[in-house]
């Protein structure tokens, strides 16, 4: 079972509303300055691919805690922000209560390197890189597209994901 599957399941069970038998669940999608949104119109968690493949597994479930964090305020409250209402839910749900990366809260790693072709992240840092590194991916797809040409260089960049809600 996925991390988030298992964490929907753990919560759903401890926290006493069931958001599985609510028709909660989770998808994916392809933003790239997003790392998740909570969608109480469809109830699903929305997970960004491009971050997902790339960010270490501890900022995953923080992400997939805050997100059922807004899952069990819209369930039980009809709507869903940062407010107390919230910040209860995600102590219980184990996040940390607070806005993401919105001001000091800088997510970690702290830079990130995106391929000017394909627009995906490639590469993730807690330094700025040095050296330059290149999409390993476009070159494959694509056959005019050489390995280490401008086009996939990596354009580093500080992290700004953040979670929409
Ligand atoms: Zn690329
Ligand atoms: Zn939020």
Known sequence: M??????????????????????WGFDINERKTVLGFCN?????????????????????????RHELAHAFDFETRGRS??????KIWAMRCGAK???CYKGKNKPNPKYVGVCPTCGNVRGTWYRKP???????????????????SKSVKLLIRENDIEHLL
Do not use: M
């Not at 922000?81 to 919230?86: A, C, G, R, V």
């Open 2 to 23: 996925s991390l988030s599957n298992r964490l929907l399941n753990e919560l759903s069970e401890t926290l006493d509303v069931n958001l599985i038998e609510r028709g």
């Open 40 to 64: 109480p119109k469809d109830k699903t968690i929305s997970l960004s691919l491009p971050y997902i493949t790339v960010l270490p597994i501890e900022e995953i479930e923080e992400t997939i």
């Open 81 to 86: 922000d940062h407010s107390i209402h919230w």
């Open 97 to 99: 209560p607070e806005r």
């Open 130 to 148: 040095r050296r330059n590194f290149y999409c390993a991916v476009c070159p494959r797809a694509y056959q005019n597209v050489s390995a280490y």
